[in-house]
């Protein structure tokens, strides 16, 4: 795995900083790094003073969750970003990297529709912005995780012909 499968590979379930480090100095190698959802690229030699740098810079302008609240509550289950927990009627429910990566897209933005495109680049990435069957799968998926009646959903809502949301109460 080379390193623009890494970031695409992180990308599909996290939105941490991430910072290249490579000997590679093409701008062909910068821009697809980038690109790929790399935050920053560094190329080697550095000095220690200006990895520490571009560190803090990547945590200060790291994407907040968009939530004044980083757990949100839906008639039938919690999700918890910060954590990473996803709760059941108190259990814990056991997701997939993908599964995981769909349901926080929606909970980040809770009540609001997400476009299909908008979902399937934040959680597989750009080349997969066609795949909306994709969706279909891992909406469904979670639906019998997570709703009472799947064929029925009352939280996981699907938007016919622009994409889904989370309902929030």
């Not at 939530?67 to 814990?92: A, C, K, N, S």
């Not at 639906?143 to 009472?148: C, N, Q, T, V």
Request: proline fraction near 5%; glycine fraction near 8%.
């Amino acid at each position: 795995m080379d390193g623009i499968e890494v970031v695409l590979a992180l990308r599909a379930w996290s939105q941490v900083p991430v910072i290249v480090l490579s000997a590679r100095g093409q701008e062909e190698d910068k821009v697809a790094a980038l690109d790929a959802g790399a935050d920053d690229y560094l190329t080697k030699p550095f000095s220690l003073a200006e990895l520490l740098a571009r560190i803090r810079v990547a945590r200060r302008h790291a994407r907040p969750l968009g939530l004044e609240e980083p757990v949100v509550e839906t008639l039938m289950f919690r999700v918890d970003l910060v954590e990473r927990r996803i709760t059941r009627g108190g259990e814990e429910v056991r997701l997939t990297p993908n599964e995981y990566g769909l349901l926080a897209a929606l909970a980040r933005n809770a009540g609001r529709v997400v476009t299909q495109r908008q979902l399937l680049t934040e959680v597989w990435g750009e080349a997969y912005v066609r795949e909306t069957h994709y969706l279909r799968i891992y909406m469904g998926q979670l639906r019998h995780k997570l709703e009472d009646d799947p064929a029925q959903p009352q939280v996981l809502l699907t938007e016919p012909g622009v994409g889904y949301r989370l309902r929030v109460e």
